[in-house]
């Protein structure tokens, strides 16, 4: 069985181009808890992954990553190289594993059910949490030296999202199972 190579066209290009845009203006629509604010960018990584797939999603967030770190503000503080030592930082890089997974499992089963949308966003924002979570732990502890016991950053930076962060992989899941089928009706996307 030969693999095909999916060809990057123009119109792949534009949609990862507007969901790494919605992904930006999603760390700005924001509730600042301490020590991670609350944002909606999980919210539009979930709709990238659902809606384009995993290889256009993760362009996407690749995309929106990489704007950071180059230094154009789209980061919840201010961007640059730099961003790598804040704590918060392993959750963005999680996104880009969010990204894939939940496209991943969407493409995989290919259907359009909420039972394979809630599967796809809810794995996919768990990723976010898998390397977010230890990497906050790492940099308080090991780098800033500012200790914290486990206990207190699996509260702060895990437990206590889980209800909101549910609620928005409900809602992206509902959304992608009414939208998606019919982006594809239309030709808007192939995945």
Do not use: H, W
């Not at 534009?14 to 944002?39: E, M, N, R, S």
């Not at 230094?71 to 790598?84: D, R, S």
């Not at 930082?89 to 290919?110: C, E, S």
């Not at 930076?157 to 998606?180: E, H, N, Q, S, W």
């Amino acid at each position: 069985m030969e693999k095909t190579k999916e060809k990057i066209t123009v119109k792949s290009l534009i949609l990862c181009a507007l969901f790494a845009a919605l992904i930006a203006v999603g760390a700005f629509i924001k509730i600042p808890i301490p020590p991670v604010p609350f944002t909606l960018q999980v919210f539009f990584i979930a709709m990238a992954g659902v809606l384009i797939g995993p290889r256009d999603a993760t362009i996407a967030v690749g995309v929106y990553v990489l704007l950071g770190l180059i230094g154009v503000p789209v980061f919840t503080k201010p961007a640059g190289p730099g961003y790598i030592f804040e704590p918060t930082f392993g959750y963005i890089l999680g996104f880009v594993l969010d990204a894939f997974v939940t496209g991943a499992i969407v493409k995989k089963r290919g259907d359009s059910s909420f039972i394979t949308m809630i599967i796809a966003c809810l794995s996919g924002v768990g990723c976010s949490f898998l390397i977010g979570v230890p990497y906050f732990y790492m940099i308080m502890n090991l780098y800033l030296k500012n200790q914290m016991a486990i206990t207190t950053v699996l509260y702060s930076t895990f437990l206590l999202f889980i209800p909101a962060d549910v609620v928005l992989m409900i809602l992206a899941a509902y959304i992608g199972k009414k939208v998606r089928p019919i982006l594809k009706k239309s030709n808007l996307i192939n995945n």
